[in-house]
Antibody
Framework: QVQLVESGGGLVLPGRSLRLSCSASGFIFNNYGMHWVRQAPGKGLEWVAVISYDGSVTNYIDSVNGRFTISRDNANNTVFLQMSSLRAEDTAVYYC??????????????WGQGVMVTVSS | EIVMTQSPATLSVSPGESATLSCRTSQEIVNNLAWYQHTPGQAPRLLIYHASTRATGVPDRFSGRGSGTDFTLTISSLQSEDFGIYYCQHYSRWPRAFGQGTKVE
C-alpha cells in the first residue's frame, strides 16, 4: 500500500532554513506529481507547493514563493521541501501528498502523517 | 485566487443521524472539487473527487453533489468513525485552496 513518511521537522530560529523530506513507497513514484500541504496550529489545511513527476514543473503559494523550493529525487523515491528565510507564520504541520496526475493537476489520493515545523526564537 | 467557504463551522450530530456539509467557491470550478476527512493525529483521507465520485474504499453513506460554485457532502447514518473535520478543496487552477473546514462532532 502507499506510504508517505515525512521527516526533517523541528524547532528553528526565524530567518533560518530547514529541509523537509518525504519518503514514498508502495507506488511508482516517478509517475506522479507530489504536493506539500501545511496546517498551522488551530487552522485549516493550506496548499503550499507542487512538483511534477519529472521535476520539470513546480508551483507555489504566493506566501512562500521565493523562499521555499520543492524538489524530488526519483532514484530514491523522495520529495523535498527546502524552506529558507523562515517566519513565525510558517509554523505548521507539513504534510506531503500524492496527486493522481503526473503533473499534480488533480486531487490528493494519499497523504503522510505530517511533520511539525516550529519557527520561534 | 479562488476562495472556498464551508458551512457550518461545526455540526453537532448523533450516531445514526445524517449530516450535510456545504462548500461554496468564489469562482466557477465545474466539478473540480474533492472532499477530505481529517481526524486529529492522522493523515487526511480522500473521500470524494470530481464533486461526486467516491474514492476507493469509501462507504456509500458518503455522497457528494454539486457543480459550478455550490457543493455538498452528505453523510447518512453517521458512524463513530465519521467524526472529525471535513475539508473541501478545488483543483481548478493555481493556487489550490481548501475550505476552512467543518467539524462534525
Amino acid at each position: 500500500q502507499v506510504q508517505l513518511v515525512e521527516s526533517g521537522g523541528g524547532l528553528v530560529l526565524p530567518g533560518r532554513s530547514l529541509r523537509l523530506s518525504c519518503s514514498a513507497s508502495g507506488f511508482i513514484f516517478n509517475n506522479y506529481g507530489m504536493h506539500w500541504v501545511r496546517q498551522a496550529p488551530g487552522k485549516g489545511l493550506e496548499w503550499v507547493a507542487v512538483i511534477s513527476y519529472d521535476g520539470s514543473v513546480t508551483n507555489y503559494i504566493d506566501s512562500v514563493n521565493g523562499r521555499f523550493t520543492i524538489s524530488r529525487d526519483n532514484a530514491n523515491n523522495t520529495v523535498f521541501l527546502q524552506m529558507s528565510s523562515l517566519r513565525a507564520e510558517d509554523t505548521a504541520v507539513y504534510y506531503c501528498a500524492k496527486d493522481i496526475h503526473s503533473y499534480g493537476y488533480l486531487y490528493f489520493d494519499s497523504w503522510g502523517q505530517g511533520v511539525m515545523v516550529t519557527v520561534s526564537s | 485566487e479562488i476562495v472556498m467557504t464551508q458551512s457550518p463551522a461545526t455540526l453537532s450530530v448523533s450516531p445514526g443521524e445524517s449530516a450535510t456539509l456545504s462548500c461554496r467557491t468564489s469562482q466557477e470550478i465545474v466539478n473540480n472539487l474533492a472532499w477530505y476527512q481529517h481526524t486529529p493525529g492522522q493523515a487526511p483521507r480522500l473521500l470524494i473527487y470530481h464533486a461526486s465520485t467516491r474514492a476507493t474504499g469509501v462507504p456509500d453513506r458518503f455522497s457528494g453533489r454539486g457543480s459550478g460554485t455550490d457543493f455538498t457532502l452528505t453523510i447518512s447514518s453517521l458512524q463513530s468513525e465519521d467524526f472529525g473535520i471535513y475539508y473541501c478543496q478545488h483543483y481548478s487552477r493555481w493556487p489550490r485552496a481548501f475550505g476552512q473546514g467543518t467539524k462534525v462532532e
